[in-house]
């Protein structure tokens, strides 16, 4: 598996928070542009969370997905575990929506349907079914918006694994790569050969997402 952080990548910058990047891989030109509004699936409790401005990720002109983060990270006691990006943010916590507009996979490659999704903050177990999944533990786990709509809530591991398999319609969550970024350099960018990497803060703590690419590919 390629190694995210630390990796030399390149990012096209500007002033606005906003940040455009396209490249053409094996047919696939992804593209990050301004989301449009939020779906009226998210209630106004988890729509109160997150930051204004959203992102929209295209394959080919086609769109692919529409992520849009909270405007701040919410903090508590450090969990002390290895391999943890974010240690403060305990497990469960709502980080995000995400619009999944054309069929899509997750970093294990399960199919994801189009619809709306809760992204909740989860940390991988560390034993030896996951060793070398990832260099970071951190991961961001779909749930079904229509049926996680507490946006204060956090459930703990166990609960949130099976609210992420009606996401996956299998026996494992559906989950994105997910880790706290070296730098506050957003931007949206080919990382190593398949993954495609979003860089943007959330309050002002960077972070990174894997929006397309599957592990081990």
Known sequence: ????????ST????????????????????????????????????????????????NNGAKYCELWFRSRLPEAASSNLPNVTLPRVPVGTLLGVIRV??????RRGQIIQPGVYLLRYGILPDN?????????????????AAEDQDPNSTPNFDTLVALSRKASRTAHP??????????????????G?????????????????????????
């Open 1 to 8: 598996m390629v190694t995210m952080r630390g990796m030399t």
């Open 101 to 106: 507009d054309a069929q899509g996979l997750d």
């Open 174 to 191: 559906a989950v994105l790569s997910f880790w706290k970024a070296d730098r506050d350099a957003p931007g949206f960018s080919q990382q």
């Open 128 to 144: 030896e079914n996951h060793q070398g999944v990832a260099p970071h533990r951190d991961f961001l786990l779909l749930t079904p």
């Open 11 to 58: 990012l096209l910058r500007f002033t606005c928070p906003l940040l455009l990047f396209s490249s053409v891989l094996w047919g696939q030109q992804y593209k990050a542009d301004k989301a449009g509004p939020l779906p009226p699936e998210v209630t106004p409790g988890v729509a109160q969370m997150l930051a204004k401005t959203g992102f929209q990720i295209s």
């Open 193 to 217: 050969d398949t993954d495609w990497v979003l860089e943007t803060t959330i309050g002002d703590t960077p972070i990174a997402v894997i929006v397309a690419g599957v592990a081990g590919s």
